[in-house]
């Protein structure tokens, strides 16, 4: 599976940007996807994550009622709705997918090229 991430942008605090990866291959509903992002000096963060078929979501406490992710598996794309975005949220957003349900890098397969988000105070 080969991942593009897309979307990314400067922001004013307050805006909403979406985020696009589209992938590759005619498995790609039979993957978990995830989103990840990560901040200079940081480690990589778990953002969220959506299951491949049944849509299952679940999201890190710090962008919950924020941040939605949803896919259209027939056009092999996930996506990152983020709302009233806040200059903490500022990082390189990564997609990444999973075979397994997990919430840690170690557990994603294949990666996305990021794309970067910065969120103006």
């Known amino acids: 599976v080969q991942l593009q991430a897309s979307g990314g942008g400067l922001v004013q605090a307050g805006g909403s940007l979406r985020l696009s990866c589209a992938g590759s291959?005619?498995?790609?509903?039979?993957?978990?996807m995830g989103w990840f992002r990560q901040a200079p000096g940081k480690e990589r963060e778990f953002v969220g994550r959506?299951?491949?078929?049944?849509?299952?979501?679940d999201y890190t406490d710090s962008v919950k009622g924020r941040f939605t992710i949803s896919r259209d598996n027939a056009k092999n794309t996930v996506y990152l709705q983020m709302n009233s975005l806040k200059p903490e949220d500022t990082a390189v957003y990564y997609c990444?997918?999973?075979?397994?349900?997990?919430?840690?890098?170690?557990?994603?397969?294949?990666w996305g090229r990021g794309t970067q988000v910065t969120v103006s105070s």
């Open positions: 291959g005619r498995t790609f509903s039979s993957y978990n």
């Open positions: 959506i299951s491949g078929i049944r849509t299952y979501t």
């Open positions: 990444a997918a999973s075979s397994n349900w997990g919430t840690t890098p170690r557990f994603f397969d294949y």
